[in-house]
């Protein structure tokens, strides 16, 4: 059986084993990135939704064609405004006038920040919180966004304290308690994390916040928490409006389906937020397509119900199939999984790479082992079970 599968990846063509050993970040020098949806490829790597956006944003991108000679000034604030009264924070109307003016102060203390997708957010922590010295403490296997942006931050001191997972590949709160101290200047929860789908209770992620300096910020990245059952109740939301060193980021490219259109947003208290905004590319970042379909999408519960049910099938069928494959699925949350297949994965992704069947290698977190693999089309996620049935046999 091994000769066989290291006589299939010598076989494997040198463009596709230059795509494999390529995975250098998340979507930075991925070959795969740019592979063409219409070449029938199931890109199962990037946690997209594969449904794709709400048919109200998509038509609300359509009638705003005429529209698109325009700067959203108005229409960015209204997408602002409609997040606030979500997230019940105090507003007042006036401040979604047409204007790129400093922007009048919430009554409440906290505010909300539209970003360019939610990365812009991170690398905004970064820059306000990693550029001198200090330390962040962060995850790893996690998503690196805020402690790789603080690396490249010219003459930035800061140390990068990374904390391993737990046995059971969620976030080991405990030891990130312990790697806290008064020079701590950020610290990094993913929750559901990438790439384990892997959640923490919200007292957990109250003990970290307990537990940093006054100065220092705590990030609770929730770009998944949507796909939660119970989002409420794990939501850091509540903290980030009640604590004035905590924000919660979040995005509209996952659940919303819209990561083509780049729309995130941050929430906490105004300090934070103004602490970020020097960062931050400001109202003229965002497109006047993306706050369109972003606002409509806010509306279409269907379209959230039908993801969340793909979603519900999809971890049914991938616990079958790895089962199946004799290999061990971490308990996900999320819209994707991590999977070891014990053994180093690379002939894996390589034999379903070869079947248009695209999914991320360990390697890129240095966990050969292992494979992230996101939520497909039920047709997707058929070819891929098909697949992972076919390598078995292998
Ligand atoms: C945990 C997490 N946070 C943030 C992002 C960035 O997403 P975006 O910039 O599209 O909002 C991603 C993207 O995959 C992610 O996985």
């Known amino acids: ?13 040198a463009a596709t084993a230059l795509a494999l050993s390529n995975f250098a970040g998340e979507i930075r020098a991925n070959a795969f990135a740019n592979a063409p949806l219409a070449l029938k490829k199931a890109r199962i790597l990037f946690n997209e939704n594969p449904l794709g956006p709400s048919p109200f944003a998509v038509s609300a991108i359509e009638s705003s064609a005429s529209m698109l000679g325009r700067y959203p000034l108005s229409e960015g604030p209204r997408l602002e405004m409609k997040l606030r009264k979500l997230h019940g924070l105090s507003y007042r109307e006036a401040s979604a006038e047409l204007s790129l003016g400093p922007k009048p102060k919430l009554e409440g203390g906290n505010d909300l920040l539209l970003g360019i997708g939610s990365s812009e957010i991170l690398k905004a922590v970064a ?7 200090g330390n962040i403490v962060e995850a ?4 690196s966004a805020v402690g790789d942006a603080v690396a490249e931050i010219p003459g930035s001191q800061m140390q990068r304290k990374i904390i391993p997972l737990d046995s059971d590949n969620r976030f080991d709160t405990a030891a990130m308690i312990k790697a806290i101290d008064a020079d701590t200047k950020i610290v990094v929860i993913c929750n559901p994390n990438n790439p384990t789908g892997t959640t923490i209770p919200l007292a957990q992620i109250v003990s970290v916040a307990d537990a940093i300096p006054q100065d220092a910020l705590l990030l609770v990245d929730e770009a998944y928490i949507e796909f939660l059952p119970h989002a409420d109740k794990v939501s850091a939301m509540e903290l980030a409006k009640t604590r004035k060193n905590v924000l919660v980021a979040r995005t509209f490219s996952k659940i919303f389906g819209l ?3 780049r729309i995130g947003y941050g929430l906490g208290a105004t300090e934070i937020i103004d602490r970020l905004r020097p960062f931050m590319l400001g109202q003229l970042s965002l497109s006047m397509a993306g706050v369109l379909a972003a606002e409509a999408s806010m509306d279409d519960a269907q379209h959230m119900a039908k993801t969340k049910s793909l979603h519900q099938k999809t971890l049914e069928l991938w616990t079958r199939c790895f089962h199946a494959a004799g290999w061990k699925m971490t308990p996900s949350e999320a819209c994707f ?9 690379t002939p894996l992704v390589s034999f379903l790479a070869e079947r ?3 999914i991320s290698g360990g390697r890129r977190w240095k ?3 292992y494979v992230r693999i996101s939520m497909g089309t039920e047709e997707e996620n058929e ?3 098909a697949g992972v049935a076919a390598f078995s046999k292998t």
Do not use: T
Not at 127 to 133: D, F, L, R
Not at 337 to 345: L, T
């Open 259 to 261: 990561a083509g259109l």
């Open 140 to 143: 790893h296997p996690s998503y």
């Open 1 to 13: 059986m091994e000769s066989s599968r290291r006589g299939f990846v010598a076989g494997i063509s």
């Open 367 to 369: 966990l050969p082992n």
């Open 127 to 133: 820059w306000a919180y990693g550029s001198k010295s």
């Open 356 to 358: 248009d069947v695209l």
């Open 383 to 385: 070819r891929l079970v």
């Open 337 to 345: 999984c991590w999977v070891n297949v014990g053994q180093d994965a």
